[in-house]
């Protein structure tokens, strides 16, 4: 099965799991299984027109899936995809 | 370059780059003749702007608009407890002088905005960025990217690390992916992890501003290969590290001038998702200032107080108030009266806004008043015993 890696802001709404298994064949697939399995990161991935958010990248491998072919990458068995959220650091709030 | 000396003292500080065969004294004529720019002095300005100084960049300049606290001070390394409250560009310079009295330190005590960006940074070579927040991130990139400056960058969050170097010019005058490529838009405010969700483990931001350090010294000398169209991530909890690749993306729309960026980022406007009734919904709730709050205590006014923070944070400092973590407030409504009134608190007042909103939609509570500054507010203002955090 292809790892998923979860990044630290998001881990909350995967029950603290750093990593998920998927069996999905392409990355919108794989993505959107977390949203089936853990429904709260759904309105952290993806917008009111189910697009994936402009300030998370996902990553197969080390390769930006919008330079591949998008949400219909093809994801292999052993591959890695990562969510990269972007952080700006500090304390506010 | 040759034009550029070094005195006998000099030429012994930086002994052990002059004997770097690829790095040698040309580099270091480099690093003397550079004037690098450093947009904040927090956790990752601090041990950057150290090695910096130590190394022998010529002119270094700081910004920031901000005074050293004592909640600093578990990993702004650069400043000391006699720094506490003072100007923290004035406390930055007066230890980087002492740490190389060879090097100019500029400094800029001012918030940077879309007004001043350009005029300062047009005077130094490279950018650094140390920011702490959203807007000034996209500002300082723009601002990088419209003159054509290399953007070194680094961001942290509680274990986790990210540097890249964007909008760097090659030997072929090409410039590399810029952090809009990377991250076209801002999370909306909501989506932002809250002050109960923050913090940053003390040690990292000295790992990670000292990358970012050591990126500056390459793009200036021209030594190695800078990190433009890569960017390095590090997971501090489980000691991972990646290089992923980045890439200029042909669907953003070039930067042509600096816009509001408190606005592009939404800071103290609607999220873009919400409803068109989120604005007016937004401001409609009650709001009380600490020193109503305080007025009300003296007098005896009947109120009941909640405390909206997590429990760790209440171990840290509380107010007396009644604890019901904003997560848990939808299972406790029997707890919050509905006969009195009744003040909601949290750090500094964005989860209390919060849980105002939803208890007054989904409930129909209408005797709520969000404490305007939250705990922070009523430890500056009221009480001074309380711990700030």
């Known amino acids: 099965m292809a790892k998923i890696i979860i990044p630290t802001p998001l881990r909350k709404f995967t029950g603290n799991n750093a990593f998920l298994e998927t069996n999905g064949k392409t990355i919108g697939k794989a993505i959107y299984g977390i949203t089936e399995t853990f429904p709260e990161i759904k309105q952290h991935l993806y917008d009111k027109d189910g697009k994936l958010r402009s300030f998370v990248r996902v990553f197969l491998g080390d390769t930006d899936v919008r330079t591949l072919s998008g949400e219909l990458t093809e994801v292999g068995p052993t591959d890695t995809i990562s969510i990269i959220p972007a952080i700006a650091g500090g304390i506010k709030g | 370059m040759s034009e550029i000396t070094f005195s006998k003292s000099e030429l012994e500080r930086y002994s052990r780059h002059l004997i770097i065969p690829e790095f040698n004294i040309e580099g270091q004529r480099k690093l003397k003749a550079a004037k690098v720019l450093v947009v904040g002095t927090g956790g990752l300005g601090a041990p950057m702007l150290m090695y910096l100084a130590a190394a022998g960049v010529g002119t270094i300049g700081l ?108 030997k072929n005058g090409i410039f590399g992916p810029n952090y809009r490529d990377l991250f076209p838009a801002p999370p909306p405010p909501g989506l932002v992890p809250s002050c109960a969700e923050g913090g940053v483990i003390g040690v990292l931001p000295g790992i990670i501003g000292s990358l970012q350090a050591n990126e500056v010294i390459k793009v200036i000398s021209g030594v190695g290969e800078p990190l433009a169209g890569r960017l390095f991530l590090f997971d501090a909890l489980n000691f991972e590290t990646r290089i992923l690749k980045i890439s200029k ?64 944070e209440y171990e840290i400092s509380n107010m007396g108030g009644e604890l019901i973590p904003l997560d848990e407030i939808e299972n406790n409504i029997e707890k919050i009266a509905k006969d009195v009134k009744v003040v909601v608190h949290c750090r500094s007042g964005q989860r209390s806004e919060e849980a105002i909103k939803v208890l007054e939609k989904k409930f129909d509570f209408r005797n709520l008043y969000n404490l305007r500054g939250g705990l922070l507010a009523y430890a500056t203002e009221i009480d001074q015993s309380i711990a700030k955090y």
């Not at chain 2, 007066?94 to 350009?118: F, M």
């Not at chain 2, 709050?293 to 760790?312: A, P």
Request: net charge negative.
């Open chain 2, 63 to 170: 910004v920031d608009f901000d005074v050293v606290d004592e909640s600093n001070l578990q990993r702004q390394v650069l400043f000391s407890v006699n720094d506490i409250g003072k100007a923290k560009v004035e406390a930055a310079k007066e230890r980087l002088e002492g740490l190389n009295p060879h090097i100019k330190i500029q400094i800029h005590n001012l918030r940077l905005t879309s007004e001043n960006a350009l005029e300062i940074f047009k005077n130094y070579d490279l950018v650094a960025d140390g920011t702490d927040n959203f807007p000034t991130r996209y500002l300082v990139n723009d601002a990088c990217v419209l003159l054509g400056k290399t953007n070194v960058y680094a961001s942290i969050f509680r274990f986790d690390g990210q540097v890249s170097v964007f909008n760097y010019k090659d």
């Open chain 2, 249 to 312: 993306d042909p669907n953003q729309v070039p930067v042509s001038k600096l816009i509001d960026y408190e606005f592009f980022c939404g800071v103290g406007e609607p999220d873009s998702d919400q409803d068109e009734n989120a604005k007016s919904e937004k401001n409609s709730f009650k709001e009380i200032s600490v020193k109503e709050l305080n007025e009300w205590q003296i007098s005896g006014e009947k109120f009941q107080l909640i405390d909206v923070r997590e429990e760790f």
